[in-house]
């Protein structure tokens, strides 16, 4: 348990964080990822979703006058099949960092690991670009063990053309390509059915440290169907008769780039054209909604949707650097 609150000598201390802190953490996470803005009730949902039954400490670092300043946490991932990891995080606003908040929570949060069992410790959201956060965790102990890159395509400048011949190529292969509102009208099933999807090709996906992504029908739900960024028009789904066989998420926030949530295909039905196609329908509902940019994260040790994005016409952004640390 954590305690109410943890003096420091650097005019800052730490206390339990609350739900409260949530308007004052979406104002930080914008101030240090301007790019992808998030919202307070983005973060409302994530606070409403999380397993009540999962372990996790938070800490809230505040100046003495009560400011909030940044947070800390440490939790089980249960999305993932990770056995004895646990992960961790830490943001920081701007104006207080290189004055010992970061260590001052991660001195709170790797203890808390230990004592719920982890053999490591990973770091999965330390973006390249932010050097601080970089040579921090390299002094503190932590390796680096893989980047998720993040990618950007310019919809205002793509051009389907070179592409579009994959729809008749799926059309002769007997598939037809819909969306998760068209389904849901004509089959009660439509969520499980693609989740029955998600859940065959996802622990697939190649995630560095020897993790794979493992989501209960209700978490994917609530990540992938139920968030504020969440719309069925934006779940684009390939069919063969009515089983579901591929699909394409992608988000419609109220601010900032959308985001290619996942794009999975069954493995009896690759090299088909169908994850192509579902990019390429994705792209045209985003223009219609008005996006000028799409984004997406892949890792490094799965090249076969990097060399998609980079036909496509994908630019790398910074990636999202992943570290480790073995605790004893």
Request: include cysteine.
């Amino acid at each position: 348990m954590a305690s109410a609150q943890i003096a420091s000598a650097d005019g800052f201390h730490l206390r339990d964080f609350r739900a409260e802190d949530l308007v004052a953490l979406t104002d930080v996470l914008n101030a240090t990822y301007p790019d992808e803005p998030t919202t307070l009730e983005e973060q409302e949902h994530w606070e409403r979703v999380y397993p009540a039954d999962n372990p996790r400490l938070r800490f809230t670092a505040e100046t003495e006058a009560g400011e909030f300043i940044g947070m800390g946490q440490c939790q089980n991932p249960y999305w993932l099949d990770a056995l004895g990891v646990y992960n961790a995080y830490a943001v920081v606003a701007p104006a207080w960092r290189h004055r010992g908040v970061g260590r001052a929570l991660f001195a709170r949060l790797e203890p808390f690991a230990v004592a719920q069992g982890a053999a490591r410790l990973h770091v999965p959201d330390c973006r390249e670009d932010i050097t601080d956060s970089v040579r921090f965790l390299d002094s503190a102990g932590y390796t680096n063990i893989g980047v998720r890159f993040e990618q950007k395509l310019d919809l205002t400048a793509f051009d389907e053309t070179p592409f579009a011949g994959v729809f008749g190529r799926v059309a002769a292969g007997g598939y037809t390509l819909t969306t998760l509102a068209a389904e849901r009208a004509v089959r009660a099933d439509a969520d499980r059915a693609l989740y029955a999807v998600a859940d065959a090709v996802s622990p697939e996906v190649p995630l560095p440290g020897d993790v794979h992504i493992r989501l209960t029908y209700n978490d994917f739900v609530q990540s992938t169907l139920a968030g504020p960024s969440a719309d069925p028009a934006g779940v684009f789904i390939a069919k063969q008769g009515e089983s579901y066989v591929a699909l394409t998420v992608v988000s419609v926030p109220q601010e900032g780039p959308s985001i290619t949530n996942a794009t999975y295909v069954l493995p009896a039905h690759r090299r088909r054209g169908l994850g192509l196609a579902l990019k390429l329908l994705s792209f045209r509902f985003l223009r219609a909604r008005g996006f000028a940019e799409a984004r997406t994260h892949n890792d490094t040790v799965n090249p076969p949707i990097l060399q998609l994005n980079e036909r496509l016409g994908y630019r790398r952004l910074p990636g999202w650097l992943v570290w480790e640390k073995r605790l004893s």
